[in-house]
């Protein structure tokens, strides 16, 4: 079957452009076949650092949206990644229940994966609950605590939602929090996280010694925690 995986979140600025970034590098140094669709009209991180994976998607256009499908069927052995863009659930969510891709995906050969990215704060719980009350077991989880704003999901723990989506069949990644200076070096360069790990002399992002050391260990976890759910 071919996997979509879509990155959302509905929040913005809780990294669901990095956990794409991320997404597609591991299938670059995995050799996993894939392609991008970026949502975002304004910043689009996967047209920016993946230029040459990845292509625009307007999500209030159905023929752009129909678009990630005919692309998913034309080869079945590519992964598709699509970012998807801060408040973009509404006309996702219209798009998929009036042309019932849920239920027509097994037919035709598709696995839906919903990347739900969250920091620890309220505001993710919330759209949390609002996204497994839509969907309930109809969509495929993948919920990503980002420890962008911090390690403790004491609010998403408490909340009972955790355990609901698990009962559902979701999985859970943790991605570490990079080092801010480092992450600001590497996005103001527009390099691939594959670059900023490569000395200045290859062409890469001017990161120091320990700088590119760090970045190497935080995809390592990252990719650990990815090859967990996608093997």
């Known amino acids: 079957m071919t996997n979509i995986h879509l990155i959302g979140g509905e929040k913005g600025g809780v990294g669901k452009s990095v956990v794409a970034r991320l997404l597609a590098q591991y299938f670059i140094d995995h050799s996993i076949a894939f392609l991008g669709f970026d949502s975002d009209r304004s910043h689009g991180a996967l047209l920016r650092f993946y230029s040459g994976y990845a292509s625009a998607v307007v999500i209030d256009r159905y023929e752009s949206l129909d678009a990630i499908i005919e692309a998913a069927a034309e080869q079945p052995e590519r992964r598709v990644l699509v970012d998807l863009a801060a408040q973009t659930q509404e006309p996702l969510t219209k798009w998929m229940d009036e042309s019932q891709l849920l239920e027509v995906a ?13 920091d620890s704060g309220k505001d993710c719980v919330d759209l ?13 989880y993948v919920i990503v605590l980002n420890q962008v704003r911090g390690d403790q999901f004491d ?27 480092a992450m600001t070096k590497i ?3 527009s390099s691939s996280f594959w670059a900023a790990t490569q000395k200045v002399e290859a062409g890469a992002t001017p ?20 090859r967990a759910v996608d093997p």
Do not use: C, N
């Not at 609950?129 to 969509?139: A, F």
């Open 106 to 118: 097994p037919e035709i050969g598709l696995q839906i994966r919903y990347w739900h990215v969250m």
């Open 155 to 181: 609010i998403l723990k408490a909340s009972g939602l955790l355990e609901r989506a698990q009962a559902l069949g979701a999985k859970v990644v943790v991605i570490k929090r990079l080092q801010e200076a």
């Open 187 to 189: 996005d103001g360069s």
């Open 207 to 226: 990161l120091g010694i320990l700088e590119r050391q760090r970045v190497r260990t935080w995809l390592t976890h990252a990719f650990e925690a990815i």
């Open 128 to 140: 949390l609950k609002l996204l497994l009350d839509r969907y309930e077991q109809r969509l495929s």
